[in-house]
């Protein structure tokens, strides 16, 4: 197979288009046979319920290189489940997860060419969602589905090495007690633009949510959770049932934990707290864990001793140990490496 010819240490984090993508539609009260396409445009109906009442879900995960030159993702079992946890919230058809699983291992080995090589530090990105299609006019889920799975290369994160971000705390709420802060919904994500955009406007790279009921404790950003370290080298991170469970998060506690032997503790933060920490990153599938050097809460600075200049030592340790796993360079926990060829 022969890779396409890209500048892969540069081409950022942008859509663009691959050969094939894969579709599967439900109708009638079942999922049809899925099929691998070229063609990446969809057509709907002007009613559809996806365009009137926002009725979507999606996952996030990668396809990458190994040392040993095989294609594999990481632990997509999970994206999977989680799917399904958001598909019954929206009262849409879960996709099963087996199937799951295939449509991702069918559409990354036809962009096997796209798949970027060991070492460049980019990867493909998978992007699996699912939509209403069907006309809706009054308030209800819709009949017909479809479920999609298509691929981007994307280029490395941190180019240049990992700057630490400088966040704020946001006047907007992320999301709702009760709501739907933990599921993958693009609902989420539109009510976060607003807020995101002036966040950059006032030169800030993100937003630190805070819980809406009491605006007291920690939730995470837009897409990614928060990770503390503490002055004892612990490891703490929000427990809060309206935050996205993030499938790295998870794996980074479990590396802690497992790896490095340090201790985890997933409990409430209050805000309070927060410059009783050292070190600070966000945890997300795009950057494993981006390092946050400063949060600016109305113009009070709360600056981690990791300072501005590069990650701190223990949020740096945790990134290699699992990019390293990611890689094929540190043996994995059973499970986590999904080899597609
Ligand atoms: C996707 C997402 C994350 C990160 O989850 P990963 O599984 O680690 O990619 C975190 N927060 C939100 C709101 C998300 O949508």
Not at 282 to 298: E, F, Y
């Amino acid at each position: 197979m022969e890779k396409k010819q890209m500048d892969w240490e540069n081409i950022g984090f942008a859509y663009r288009m691959t050969e094939k993508r894969y579709v599967a539609n439900y109708k009638d009260g079942k999922w049809g046979e899925g099929v691998l396409t070229e063609d990446a445009n969809i057509v709907l109906n002007e009613c559809a319920c996806v365009l009137q009442y926002a009725q979507t879900i999606f996952e996030g995960l990668k396809a990458y290189t190994t040392k040993d030159d095989h294609i594999v993702a990481f632990r997509p079992d999970l994206n999977a489940k989680r799917m399904v946890d958001s598909a019954k919230r929206l009262e849409m058809p879960p996709f099963p997860e087996d199937r799951f699983l295939e449509a991702v291992r069918q559409v990354v080995e036809a962009n096997a060419a796209y798949v970027p090589p060991f070492g460049s530090g980019a990867t493909l990105y998978i992007r699996p969602y699912m939509f209403g299609s069907n006309s809706v006019i009054g308030v209800k889920p819709a009949d017909e589905y479809q479920f999609r799975v298509f691929t981007t290369p994307v280029g490395p994160y941190f180019k240049g090495g990992a700057k630490p971000l400088t966040i704020r705390v946001s006047d907007f709420d992320r999301a709702a007690p009760r709501g739907t802060g933990d599921i993958k919904a693009g609902l989420n994500y539109a009510m976060s633009l607003h807020a995101i955009v002036s966040a950059h406007a006032e030169g800030y790279d993100e937003n630190m949510y805070l819980d809406s009921a009491t605006r007291t404790k920690v939730e995470e950003t837009g897409g990614a959770n928060f990770l503390f370290v503490t002055k004892d080298n612990k490891i703490v991170t929000p427990h809060s049932n309206t935050i996205l469970p993030s499938i790295t998060r998870r794996s980074l506690l479990y590396v802690a934990e497992h790896y490095l032997g340090l201790e985890v503790e997933e409990r409430e933060v209050y805000l309070e707290e927060v410059p009783e920490f050292v070190e600070c990153g966000l945890c997300g599938t795009a950057a494993v864990i981006s390092p946050v050097g400063k949060v600016v809460d109305h113009g009070k600075e709360i600056c981690f001793q990791s300072g501005m200049e590069k990650m701190g030592p223990t949020i740096q340790k945790l990134y290699d140990t699992l990019t390293g796993i990611q890689y094929g360079e540190i043996e994995a926990p059973k499970g986590w490496i999904y080899r597609i060829c």
